[in-house]
Structures are given as C-alpha cells and as structure tokens.
C-alpha cells in the first residue's frame, strides 16, 4: 500500500491510498467510493451525501451520543505496527516481517515526554539529523 498527500498553495492537492495486490487493486483517493478491481471485485457506496472519509466517522459519532462502547483499538494498533514497519523497512533496505519488527529493540522515542525533551536520533553536530542509508549495516543494527 502506498499513501502521498500534498498540500502546497497554488499547486493541485491531493489525498490518495491505493494498494495492490496479487489478485486486485483498490483506490481510496479522496474519500470518494472504495473500488475494488480484480479477482473479487467490490464496491462501496458512501451513504449518500457524506463521503467514504465522512461515512467512517458516522460509527463514532453514534457511539458517542448513545452512549454505546466503540473501540478501534486493534484496528489502530495494526496500522502503527504497519507503519513502523515501513519505516524499518525503508531505513534498513531490507525486508522486515512482523516478528522482526515486534521483537527489535529499536528505541526512537525522545528521552522525555516534555517540551524540552531531546528526540531520537539526536541532531549532529553540523545541525542536521542523521539519514538512514539503506543497505547500511550500521542502520540495520539499529532497527532490527
């Protein structure tokens, strides 16, 4: 799955989600109806007036005003494991499973949580953050 978003004043702007598969692609641009090609073909109306962004919420927002639980708890922790997986993956040039990536002991969080709390990794002395060169053992060690 890949994701870009641009909002730059003056130039087109842009949200878009798509992933490919090996029996289908989907398109989730702009909140606009979710369309499944390929092997099991599907499509998603929103309910009419709200899009596919607006019509996620809907859920929620019942929950809220019934009173009713709602919980995306495993929803939300599935898609931050997916995403610290691509940025190992990215960083390390390499392919990372899921046990790789539960089980590494890479660290990024800031020594605090406080305003003045330094990040990690800490800026160089030439006032830059360091870059993660793919492929570089160096960085591999520390993200897996």
């Given at each position: 799955?890949?994701?870009?978003?641009?909002h730059i004043?003056?130039?087109?702007?842009?949200?878009?989600?798509?992933?490919?598969?090996?029996?289908?692609?989907?398109?989730?641009?702009?909140?606009?109806?979710?369309?499944?090609?390929?092997?099991?073909?599907?499509?998603?109306?929103?309910?009419k007036g709200?899009?596919?962004?607006?019509?996620?919420h809907i859920?929620?927002?019942?929950?809220?005003?019934?009173?009713?639980p709602?919980?995306?708890?495993?929803?939300?922790?599935?898609s931050?494991?997916?995403?610290?997986?691509?940025?190992m993956?990215?960083?390390?040039?390499?392919?990372?499973?899921?046990?790789?990536?539960?089980?590494?002991?890479v660290?990024?969080?800031p020594?605090?949580?406080?305003?003045?709390?330094?990040?990690?990794?800490?800026?160089?002395?030439?006032?830059l953050?360091?870059?993660p060169?793919?492929g570089?053992p160096?960085?591999?060690?520390?993200?897996?």
């Amino acid at each position: 799955m890949y994701s870009q978003c641009r909002h730059i004043g003056g130039c087109w702007d842009s949200v878009t989600e798509h992933a490919q598969g090996t029996e289908g692609t989907v398109d989730l641009t702009d909140g606009g109806p979710i369309i499944i090609k390929g092997k099991n073909a599907w499509r998603h109306e929103a309910i009419k007036g709200f899009s596919a962004w607006e019509e996620e919420h809907i859920p929620f927002f019942d929950a809220v005003r019934n009173n009713k639980p709602y919980n995306e708890l495993e929803y939300a922790a599935h898609s931050t494991m997916t995403a610290i997986m691509g940025r190992m993956a990215t960083y390390s040039g390499k392919v990372i499973d899921w046990d790789q990536a539960i089980n590494s002991k890479v660290d990024l969080s800031p020594d605090g949580y406080s305003w003045d709390a330094k990040p990690q990794p800490a800026v160089g002395p030439d006032g830059l953050y360091p870059m993660p060169m793919p492929g570089d053992p160096d960085w591999l060690k520390k993200i897996v």
